[in-house]
């Protein structure tokens, strides 16, 4: 993950500013794993022992991008290239012998692992390993074309809206996307192909979408911007709705794990053990689809029981699951319960019990329990 850059001057500014992100020359020779690319059981319980590799982000493309530097660009976009030129390289490094690849990303990798799922299972068979079954697992990159809190003109990364922002990048970077979504819409409008809910249902692999139900980055580029000041009625309708409005287009995912929380990123973090969805965390919840794959393979049968694997939270605001990541205060760093969060965004316990045609103080129960 790390945003993407879509014309001179922002990717001019991201070179200045976040190198890192843009050239290989600074990176650290060796990192350690955390999250799901740890190699430790109790921090990664199912995968611990895989064969992993990490492929930083360099191309400011959200892995999409097919140009080579030229006279008329400063910058190489070659983020689809490298995948696969990765997996060309990692064939001769025992992949061929491999049963399962999983592509993992988070963020602008997430959409990554959307727009590339399809092709490295397509580049595998035609290099001939059809045997290799290909799966993608799509961490908050599943954003949502909707109309920001408050329109702002496209002028950097932050404040374009993401449809804008993406229909530039495209051209800038010689973007690519699947055959299969590309042919859903008409010429020109590839860029829908970079929203989960519209590329998805045109996806061969399977994949699973890791989503918070409350993005802090969906947000950010929504304009909804929460700093110290309590949160307008205007926003918080806004934000329940944005939850509403992602709930919705997971329903038809088989494999989902959305959590109602404020947040942005998990599988790489440490705590990613801790989070649960409807008493299940997401090593569970992908360990129990890894299993109904290869149950399905064998026969066909019905989902495993007491083993989840479409989990998504139905209650209507950020962090009212108790499992959520600790939230800070911008400006203290003090660490905040739910109650004090939501007092803190604005949230008026008094008319919303009201309007539930609840006690407050049975409300501010069932917040700080989560239900």
Same mark, same amino acid.
């Given at each position: 993950?790390?945003?993407?850059?879509?014309?001179?001057?922002?990717?001019?500014?991201?070179?200045?500013?976040?190198?890192?992100?843009?050239?290989?020359?600074?990176?650290?020779?060796?990192?350690?794993?955390?999250?799901?690319?740890?190699?430790?059981?109790?921090?990664?319980?199912?995968?611990?022992?895989?064969?992993?590799?990490?492929?930083?982000?360099?191309?400011?493309?959200?892995?999409?991008?097919?140009?080579?530097?030229?006279?008329?660009?400063?910058?190489?976009?070659?983020?689809?290239?490298?995948?696969?030129?990765?997996?060309?390289?990692?064939?001769?490094?025992?992949?061929?012998?491999?049963?399962?690849?999983?592509?993992?990303?988070?963020?602008?990798?997430?959409?990554?692992?959307?727009?590339?799922?399809?092709?490295?299972?397509?580049?595998?068979?035609?290099?001939?390993?059809?045997?290799?079954?290909?799966?993608?697992?799509?961490?908050?990159?599943?954003?949502?074309?909707?109309?920001?809190?408050?329109?702002?003109?496209?002028?950097?990364?932050?404040?374009?809206?993401?449809?804008?922002?993406?229909?530039?990048?495209?051209?800038?970077?010689?973007?690519?996307?699947?055959?299969?979504?590309?042919?859903?819409?008409?010429?020109?409008?590839?860029?829908?192909?970079?929203?989960?809910?519209?590329?998805?249902?045109?996806?061969?692999?399977?994949?699973?979408?890791?989503?918070?139900?409350?993005?802090?980055?969906?947000?950010?580029?929504?304009?909804?911007?929460?700093?110290?000041?309590?949160?307008?009625?205007?926003? +918080?309708?806004? $934000? @329940?709705?944005? #939850?509403?409005? *992602?709930?919705?287009? %997971?329903?038809?995912?088989?494999? !989902?794990?959305?959590?109602?929380?404020?947040?942005?990123?998990?599988?790489?973090?440490?705590? +990613?053990?801790? $989070? @649960?969805?409807? #008493?299940?965390? *997401?090593?569970?919840? %992908?360990?129990?689809?890894?299993? !109904?794959?290869?149950?399905?393979?064998?026969?066909?049968?019905?989902?495993?029981?007491?083993?989840?694997?479409?989990?998504?939270?139905?209650?209507?605001?950020?962090?009212?699951?108790?499992?959520?990541?600790?939230?800070?205060?911008?400006?203290?760093?003090?660490?905040?319960?739910?109650?004090?969060?939501?007092?803190?965004?604005?949230?008026?316990?008094?008319?919303?019990?009201?309007?539930?045609?609840?006690?407050?103080?049975?409300?501010?129960?069932?917040?700080?329990?989560?239900?």
């Amino acid at each position: 993950g790390g945003w993407y850059c879509f014309n001179r001057e922002n990717c001019d500014t991201r070179y200045d500013t976040m190198r890192r992100l843009m050239s290989s020359r600074e990176w650290p020779a060796t990192r350690v794993g955390t999250g799901i690319l740890s190699s430790q059981p109790e921090e990664n319980p199912h995968w611990w022992n895989a064969n992993m590799v990490f492929i930083p982000y360099c191309s400011s493309d959200v892995w999409s991008g097919a140009s080579s530097k030229s006279e008329k660009n400063e910058y190489a976009f070659m983020g689809a290239l490298i995948i696969q030129e990765v997996i060309k390289e990692l064939v001769g490094k025992g992949l061929s012998t491999a049963k399962v690849l999983l592509l993992a990303g988070s963020s602008a990798g997430g959409t990554g692992v959307l727009l590339n799922v399809d092709r490295v299972a397509e580049q595998l068979e035609e290099m001939g390993y059809q045997g290799i079954q290909v799966r993608g697992l799509a961490d908050s990159g599943w954003f949502l074309d909707n109309r920001q809190y408050r329109r702002t003109d496209c002028i950097d990364t932050i404040t374009c809206a993401p449809t804008e922002a993406i229909r530039r990048g495209i051209r800038y970077w010689n973007g690519v996307v699947p055959e299969r979504c590309k042919l859903q819409f008409k010429e020109g409008e590839e860029w829908n192909c970079f929203f989960g809910y519209k590329i998805y249902p045109t996806l061969r692999c399977p994949v699973f979408v890791v989503q918070w139900l409350f993005d802090e980055a969906q947000l950010t580029v929504d304009n909804v911007h929460l700093t110290g000041q309590p949160v307008q009625e205007g926003q +918080w309708l806004y $934000i @329940q709705n944005l #939850g509403r409005e *992602l709930r919705n287009t %997971l329903k038809d995912v088989t494999a !989902s794990f959305a959590p109602a929380c404020l947040s942005h990123e998990i599988i790489t973090r440490n705590h +990613w053990t801790d $989070i @649960q969805v409807k #008493g299940t965390s *997401l090593p569970r919840a %992908l360990h129990c689809w890894d299993r !109904s794959l290869h149950e399905s393979n064998k026969n066909g049968k019905a989902p495993l029981k007491g083993c989840p694997i479409h989990l998504i939270d139905s209650c209507p605001w950020p962090h009212c699951n108790p499992s959520c990541p600790t939230i800070r205060d911008q400006f203290t760093g003090q660490e905040m319960n739910v109650i004090q969060f939501l007092m803190h965004m604005g949230f008026d316990v008094q008319k919303m019990a009201q309007q539930q045609g609840l006690e407050p103080s049975k409300l501010l129960g069932m917040l700080s329990s989560g239900n």
